[in-house]
């Protein structure tokens, strides 16, 4: 699995236009960020969310500015599994099992970790890549850089907007075709 820096999607890119619809990659890019992350870690394939998005748009993977998750994964040459959402201590055994068994994880968080299932206003998308002991390091598109999930809870401090922990909705796997 090739290693690197995740890209911020409030970076270079960020005022381009996120699919056919009008959020920009900054305001609402973290899933096709993830997804193209994953397909460089997994394939050693360049980091172009541009060309991905492009692609995106030619294979209809969105609605609207709202990806067609397994069919963007499939643009990038990846398998992505069905959305699991079952309860924390459930969710994280299948988690570690995967990371395991060399499949990274989508993981779909919010930023209240003190409300059941998170803040469902306030989605977001990481992507978890290796399991450190109890500990799920993800990559964060919001900040470009990496950090720990505690796998016993499925909550991570957050470095994002107002700091509130991550809390896990639920997940998706992805791995080569």
């Avoid at 040459?77 to 060399?102: F, H, N, Q, T, Y």
Wanted: charged share 20%; aromatic share 4%.
């Amino acid at each position: 699995m090739t290693a690197t820096k995740p890209l911020r999607q409030g970076g270079e890119h960020a005022a381009h236009k996120l699919g056919v619809g009008s959020s920009t990659f900054g305001g609402a890019g973290c899933l096709l960020y993830c997804i193209d992350n994953a397909r460089h870690r997994l394939t050693g394939h360049a980091l172009d969310p541009v060309g991905l998005n492009d692609a995106g748009i030619a294979h209809d993977c969105f609605i609207g500015s709202g990806a067609k998750v397994e069919a963007l994964a499939r643009v990038a040459g990846l398998s992505c599994g069905p959305r699991v959402e079952l309860s924390v201590d459930v969710m994280s055994k299948m988690i570690a099992s995967c990371l395991a068994g060399g499949r990274l994880v989508l993981l779909h968080v919010d930023h209240d970790s003190a409300k059941p299932k998170g803040d469902p206003e306030a989605d977001h998308w990481v992507l978890g890549h290796v399991l450190a002991g109890l500990t799920v390091v993800y990559d964060d598109p919001a900040t470009g850089e990496q950090g720990g999930l505690i796998l016993s809870t499925l909550t991570a401090p957050s470095a994002w907007r107002d700091h509130r922990p991550y809390a896990v909705r639920a997940f998706r796997t992805l791995s080569k075709l």
